[in-house]
Every structure is written in structure tokens, then in C-alpha cells.
């Protein structure tokens, strides 16, 4: 059975080829190729988080290659009123060919995968994104023709994205550099992996980390679940923003990419945003492509 709970558990081969993929449904959907390649299959789509382009896209998705999805808010599942998650699992296996989940804990997402018997795809947690970062390699890919030696700097706070980033990034052998405050760093067990597998640094100094950068990234300072702490952050912060003192130290045609929703004047200015709209919205796009990618590699036979 093939989830992905995390990008940890996939091997650099099976990443590139969930990309390649993506690639080519990206093509035949622009030539109004049509699939039928999920066929009779629905997806459950759990939230427990807002969402705009994770939700639109698995359900778009799913109805591209020929299945169908159900949105299903916690707020309306008995999971919302403590039934747990492994009776959860064990019904919706019953009714559902896959789940995508978007929630807190990662422990819920493995938990589903444990007590399940069908393929689980984290829509994100408090600890990763997969699925935006496949997207991100894609679009990535698509502006500079490769990834393999590319320089990749996320700047902001050491979150579910930069986690997922550096696990992408170094899995495909770009270097990583994050800039963010020391009390902000990503998951200890991520850096110590990234330190002993590729080329990577964790700093506070942000023109240090976007030196000769190809690629460079940010997230909002306060992640859902962060709300009440978005007047602090936005102090401890401050500096941690994509503008263009740091755009001028990357390299020449440097990418800047966002996973969205943004705040303007926070983590990116909004100069720097619409010059690179291009960019982020292709990237936004990508989501479609390559959670396409995912379902396939996920729940086809
Ligand atoms: N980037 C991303 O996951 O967006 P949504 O929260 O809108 O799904
Ligand atoms: N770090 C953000 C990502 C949103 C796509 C959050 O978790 O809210």
C-alpha cells in the first residue's frame, strides 16, 4: 500500500518519477487529454484546517482522471466529537478507495495509515506538506531545467514548510540554507538528517542563507492553528522577509515561490510578489498537476 504521510518515507526515484508524472498530465490536460484512470474511485477529503488550494485540487483532481472526491469538514464528522481516529480509519476504509487528511498532529496521519486499509495522503500537518513541496520541485524544474545543484533558501519561521522543503530540496539534491530565528528553527531530527545527506545550514543571518541563491522561498509567520500568537511573531519576525535587499544577493533570475496564502508586507513585500507573480502562480497551478501525480502513484492498481 502507498501513502505519503511524509516526503521522508519516499526515495529520491520516487519522487522524480511522481514529478515526471506530473509533467505529463500537466501536458495532456493543456492537449484536453482525458483519464479514466480512477475510474469508480472516491477520495475522502478530512479537514480539520481552512483550505483553498489543497481542497480545490484533490477535488479537480479526482474528478480529471475519471473518480470522485467528498469533502468532509471535522466539523461535521463524529472525529470532530472525540470518535477516535483508529474507528475512524477502520469505517472510512470500508466506503473510501484513499483519504487525504489536513490536520494538527502528525501522529492522526500515521494513525489512519496504521489502522486503515487504504492508501492515506497528508494534506498537511503542524509537521509537513508533501503535497505542496512536489508541486514546488515541479515548478522548480520547469523555471531552471533541473534541481540537482541548485540552491534553495527559505527564509521565515521553521515550520511545516520548511520542513517539508528541506526534505525535498536535499532528496533531489539541491542545497538547502534557512534563515530564521534561532528559538525558530525546523524539526531538530529533519536538520540532523539534511546535515548528514546533502549540503545544508540553518542560520539567522538572511543574506548569509540567500547568497547565490536559485530559489527563494517564504511562509506566513503565523501558521493556522498560530492565530493567537500573530502579534508576537509579527515582532520576532520582522526581519525574516523576501524584499529586495535579498532578492539583490541570490543569483541572476533568481525564482521566488510562496505556497500561499500570503501577507504582503509580512514574510514577502508586495513588490517583490507581483514581480514574481508569474512564478507563484504557476506554482499554485502545479498543486493540480502534481497531487494528480500523487493520486495515481497512491490509488491506482
Ligand atoms: N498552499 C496551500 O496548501 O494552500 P491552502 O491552505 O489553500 O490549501
Ligand atoms: N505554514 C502554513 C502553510 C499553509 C499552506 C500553515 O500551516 O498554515
Known sequence: ?????????????????????????????????????????????????????TRVSFEVGMFDLGGAALFLSSKDLQIGRGEPVEDTARVLSRFLDGIMIRTFDQEEVESLA?????????????????????????TIREYKGSLEGKK?????????MAN?????????????????PKEYQPDAEIMKWAKEN????????????????DVLYTDVWASMGQEGEAEERKKIFKDYQINDSVVEV???????????????????TAK????????????????????KAVLVKCMAD
Open 1 to 53: 500500500m502507498k501513502h505519503l504521510l511524509k516526503l521522508l518515507d519516499w526515495s529520491k526515484e520516487e519522487i522524480l518519477e511522481t514529478l515526471d508524472l506530473a509533467d505529463k498530465l500537466k501536458a495532456e490536460k493543456k492537449a484536453g487529454i482525458k483519464h479514466h484512470i480512477l475510474e469508480g474511485k472516491t477520495l475522502g477529503m478530512i479537514f480539520e484546517k481552512s483550505s483553498t488550494r
Open 250 to 268: 541570490s543569483n541572476e533570475g533568481v525564482m521566488v515561490l510562496h505556497c500561499l496564502p500570503a501577507h504582503r508586507g509580512e514574510e514577502i
Open 164 to 180: 517539508s522543503l528541506i526534505v525535498g530540496g536535499i532528496k533531489t539534491g539541491m542545497s538547502v540554507a534557512i534563515a530564521c
Open 198 to 213: 546533502g549540503d545544508f545550514i540553518c542560520t539567522d543571518n538572511i543574506l548569509e542563507a540567500a547568497k547565490g541563491s
Open 152 to 160: 534553495l533558501c527559505y527564509i521565515g519561521d521553521g515550520n511545516n
Open 114 to 138: 496504521k489502522y486503515g486499509s487504504i492508501p492515506i495522503i497528508n494534506g498537511l500537518t503542524d509537521f509537513c506538506h508533501p503535497c505542496q513541496v512536489l508541486a514546488d520541485l515541479q
Open 272 to 291: 517583490v510578489l507581483e514581480e514574481h507573480a508569474s512564478e507563484i502562480f504557476d506554482e499554485a497551478e502545479n498543486r493540480l498537476h502534481a497531487q
